[in-house]
């Protein structure tokens, strides 16, 4: 007779010929189906419910009406891993596109213009620049959402969340210090016009320089991403991050002010005759002077019409604001003859990475403002984290949430690397797209992947790079002043946590009056340290001279000083009553007060009693 051995126990067939269900499981264990997977994607593909599902999709497009009671969004949560029906999918991935399209590509498009501290490329290297940070972007998001294991250890690749990651405009002050050094030092050519106005010549090497010395800097993001969270917020508290952020935000908004009224080139000294009497020069379409009413309109389109949709818009179009007020500008611009295609018909269809060498090298004087990027990045990074966490019902604290820091910090790390080597600065995760999470509801992980697909197609397809290029520097200008102007709200925002204590005010009262001093002046420092003959020494002073100029630099070593130095001379209740009086107003503490003093009696009494 045959027998059978399942689980340590003798069976023999008598046995096995049994029609209880619970004796037949103990022999045939449970096997799922092998077309299960087909048979979920068949009904997501071929039911309301798989394509449509029970999204609230008039909660998301109705506009906000004044004087009318907006009804509250009833859709469902849909978690980073949830299932979410296939138009769902697509909308959210094309919000969370639009949400970030206008701030990658605006620190590539500015830095590759015209400028004593930019590079002045030629319109073919600047749509392949822009091009780059398009489809290094959406590599690194794709590595960003799905997150990997490295073998054999318990550290992770990616924060697998909705997170979309994008040229950091922290890249930009950096940037700027180390073009215009090397413009300085002769190293990038120059021009002397005949009306006397210096004309900057293109110099892709400095961008190499950006670029390698952006990677070096790099490692240190990898090494703090084996740190625990709250190891990496005591070594940096967020009055030194608070200020930073907001010091970064105020030195771009002059870049922004001048590409507002027309563009930070040579027609910016506004000469009376010449190539560049009107911006960007005289054979632009419909050129205006620096500084004109017409350059101030097409800017004032898009700054306020960024406003008016935070008015009225709906939740769809509030995400999107950016780029509809871009949208918004382009369609003023051409109506008024300034939208230039010509650039959009040369270009070619396709491109993709490394079309393009710019000479990767290190510049020494550039490390330190790119080592404050990088922590810069690292704390935005770990911000931007814990918000993704909290909108997207994950816990944010505890052993799961210190893999996820982990695991995007070590991405973006990585990100600054594969972006040098890829031709594009460094990349880090957005914030925007939390506030999208929020608002619709949708943390789905494959919303995230539509959106890096966009980007990488957009990058791939080097017609649109060359749209984007096409826009005229006003129109530039109006967006990017209110998205640097988003930047220095964030680090006012942090500074609104503090307790402002004495010694916060003195911290944040010295490093604001030095940051700001460089911005408003930043010859400032310019005749100060002797010139030496020895290339060593005079490298040295060169990189001094760089950090004491840039005034988020300067800034912020100011604050990481103090915060080291100044002592914590408050006790726990005198900071107590500070909260207190903080918080009351004048008859309040008053009132306050005549407690204080009555108690204080009361005190004295029974102390004499």
Same mark, same amino acid.
């Given at each position: 007779?045959?027998?059978?051995?399942?689980?340590?126990?003798?069976?023999?067939?008598?046995?096995?010929?049994t029609?209880?269900?619970?004796?037949?499981? &103990?022999?045939?264990?449970?096997?799922?189906?092998?077309?299960?997977?087909?048979?979920?994607?068949?009904?997501?593909?071929?039911?309301?419910?798989?394509?449509?599902?029970?999204?609230?999709?008039?909660?998301?497009?109705?506009?906000?009406?004044?004087?009318?009671t907006?009804?509250?969004?009833?859709?469902?949560?849909?978690?980073?891993?949830?299932?979410?029906p296939?138009?769902?999918?697509?909308?959210?991935?094309?919000?969370?596109?639009?949400?970030?399209?206008?701030?990658?590509?605006?620190?590539?498009?500015?830095?590759?213009?015209?400028?004593?501290?930019?590079?002045?490329?030629?319109?073919?290297?600047?749509r392949?620049?822009?091009?780059?940070?398009?489809?290094?972007?959406?590599?690194?998001?794709?590595?960003?959402?799905l997150?990997?294991?490295?073998?054999?250890?318990?550290?992770?690749?990616?924060?697998?969340?909705?997170?979309?990651?994008?040229v950091?405009?922290?890249?930009?002050?950096?940037?700027?210090?180390?073009?215009?050094?090397?413009?300085?030092?002769?190293?990038?050519?120059?021009?002397?016009?005949?009306?006397?106005?210096?004309?900057?010549?293109?110099?892709?090497s400095?961008?190499?320089?950006?670029?390698?010395?952006?990677?070096?800097?790099?490692?240190?993001?990898?090494?703090?991403?084996?740190?625990?969270?709250?190891?990496?917020?005591?070594?940096?508290?967020?009055?030194?991050m608070?200020?930073?952020?907001?010091?970064?935000?105020?030195?771009?908004?002059?870049?922004?002010?001048?590409?507002?009224?027309?563009?930070?080139?040579?027609?910016?000294?506004?000469?009376?005759?010449?190539?560049?009497?009107n911006?960007?020069?005289?054979?632009?379409?419909?050129?205006?002077?620096?500084g004109?009413?017409v350059?101030?309109?097409?800017?004032?389109?898009?700054?306020?019409?960024?406003?008016?949709?935070?008015?009225?818009?709906?939740?769809?179009?509030?995400?999107?604001?950016?780029?509809?007020?871009?949208?918004?500008g382009?369609?003023?611009?051409?109506?008024?003859?300034?939208?230039?295609?010509?650039?959009?018909?040369?270009?070619?269809?396709?491109?993709?990475?490394?079309?393009?060498?710019?000479?990767?090298?290190?510049y020494?004087?550039?490390?330190?403002?790119?080592?404050?990027?990088?922590?810069?990045?690292?704390?935005?990074?770990?911000g931007?984290?814990?918000?993704?966490?909290?909108?997207?019902?994950?816990?944010?604290?505890?052993?799961?949430?210190?893999?996820?820091?982990?695991?995007?910090?070590?991405?973006?790390?990585?990100?600054?690397?594969?972006?040098?080597?890829?031709?594009?600065?460094?990349?880090?995760?957005?914030?925007q797209?939390?506030?999208?999470?929020?608002?619709? #509801?949708?943390?789905?992980?494959?919303?995230?992947?539509?959106?890096?697909?966009?980007?990488?197609f957009?990058?791939?397809?080097?017609?649109?790079?060359?749209?984007?290029?096409?826009?005229?520097?006003?129109?530039?200008?109006?967006?990017?002043?209110?998205?640097?102007?988003?930047?220095?709200?964030?680090?006012?925002?942090?500074?609104?946590?503090?307790?402002?204590?004495? #010694?916060?005010?003195?911290?944040?009262?010295?490093?604001?009056?030095?940051?700001?001093?460089?911005?408003?002046?930043?010859?400032?420092? &310019?005749?100060?340290?002797?010139?030496?003959e020895?290339?060593?020494?005079?490298?040295?002073?060169?990189?001094?001279?760089t950090?004491?100029?840039?005034?988020?630099?300067?800034?912020?070593?100011?604050?990481?000083?103090?915060?080291?130095?100044?002592?914590?001379?408050?006790?726990?209740?005198?900071?107590?009553?500070?909260?207190?009086?903080?918080?009351?107003?004048?008859?309040?503490r008053?009132?306050?007060?005549?407690?204080?003093?009555i108690?204080?009696?009361k005190d004295?009494?029974?102390?004499?009693?």
């Amino acid at each position: 007779m045959s027998s059978y051995i399942t689980e340590g126990k003798k069976y023999t067939v008598d046995d096995i010929q049994t029609e209880d269900i619970q004796t037949a499981q &103990d022999f045939y264990p449970s096997v799922e189906a092998p077309s299960s997977r087909w048979t979920r994607i068949k009904q997501k593909a071929t039911t309301r419910d798989g394509w449509i599902g029970n999204y609230d999709y008039r909660a998301l497009c109705v506009p906000n009406i004044p004087f009318l009671t907006k009804k509250a969004n009833s859709s469902p949560f849909y978690g980073p891993d949830d299932e979410i029906p296939i138009l769902v999918t697509i909308l959210m991935g094309i919000q969370h596109f639009l949400a970030v399209i206008g701030g990658i590509i605006a620190p590539t498009i500015m830095i590759s213009g015209q400028g004593s501290s930019f590079l002045n490329l030629d319109e073919d290297s600047r749509r392949y620049m822009v091009s780059a940070s398009l489809i290094v972007s959406g590599l690194m998001s794709f590595v960003q959402i799905l997150r990997v294991r490295i073998p054999r250890t318990k550290y992770y690749i990616g924060s697998g969340l909705l997170q979309i990651t994008g040229v950091s405009f922290a890249n930009m002050p950096a940037a700027q210090a180390i073009i215009s050094s090397l413009y300085k030092n002769g190293t990038c050519p120059t021009e002397i016009l005949e009306d006397g106005t210096i004309h900057y010549l293109a110099c892709p090497s400095a961008f190499g320089a950006v670029l390698g010395t952006q990677m070096i800097c790099s490692v240190l993001s990898i090494g703090m991403s084996f740190l625990p969270p709250r190891v990496i917020r005591k070594i940096f508290p967020k009055i030194i991050m608070g200020i930073v952020l907001a010091i970064i935000g105020t030195s771009l908004i002059a870049s922004g002010m001048k590409n507002w009224a027309g563009g930070a080139g040579p027609c910016m000294n506004r000469p009376t005759s010449g190539l560049f009497v009107n911006c960007p020069d005289i054979n632009a379409p419909n050129a205006q002077p620096w500084g004109g009413p017409v350059n101030f309109a097409l800017g004032s389109s898009v700054f306020f019409m960024i406003i008016l949709i935070e008015m009225v818009g709906s939740v769809f179009l509030k995400n999107i604001s950016v780029i509809i007020g871009l949208l918004t500008g382009c369609i003023v611009a051409s109506a008024v003859g300034m939208f230039d295609n010509s650039g959009i018909a040369a270009a070619p269809v396709g491109t993709f990475l490394w079309m393009k060498n710019f000479g990767l090298s290190v510049y020494g004087p550039g490390i330190i403002p790119f080592m404050f990027v990088q922590l810069d990045m690292i704390i935005e990074c770990l911000g931007d984290l814990t918000a993704a966490c909290d909108v997207s019902g994950l816990p944010i604290e505890g052993k799961s949430f210190e893999e996820r820091c982990q695991g995007g910090l070590l991405s973006d790390g990585i990100s600054s690397i594969f972006s040098g080597l890829a031709t594009s600065m460094g990349v880090v995760t957005f914030s925007q797209n939390n506030g999208v999470i929020a608002v619709t #509801r949708c943390a789905s992980r494959r919303a995230g992947l539509v959106c890096a697909s966009l980007l990488i197609f957009c990058g791939i397809f080097g017609k649109i790079s060359a749209a984007f290029l096409a826009i005229p520097s006003p129109l530039i200008g109006g967006m990017t002043v209110f998205l640097f102007a988003s930047v220095a709200t964030s680090g006012i925002r942090i500074l609104g946590y503090l307790d402002w204590t004495r #010694r916060d005010r003195v911290i944040v009262a010295a490093s604001l009056a030095l940051a700001f001093g460089v911005a408003l002046v930043p010859t400032w420092f &310019d005749n100060v340290l002797p010139v030496f003959e020895n290339e060593a020494i005079e490298g040295l002073m060169e990189a001094v001279h760089t950090v004491v100029s840039t005034s988020y630099i300067i800034g912020g070593i100011v604050a990481i000083l103090l915060n080291l130095v100044l002592p914590y001379d408050n006790t726990e209740a005198d900071d107590e009553l500070a909260k207190r009086n903080r918080t009351a107003g004048g008859a309040a503490r008053i009132f306050m007060d005549d407690h204080n003093s009555i108690k204080n009696e009361k005190d004295d009494k029974s102390s004499i009693v």
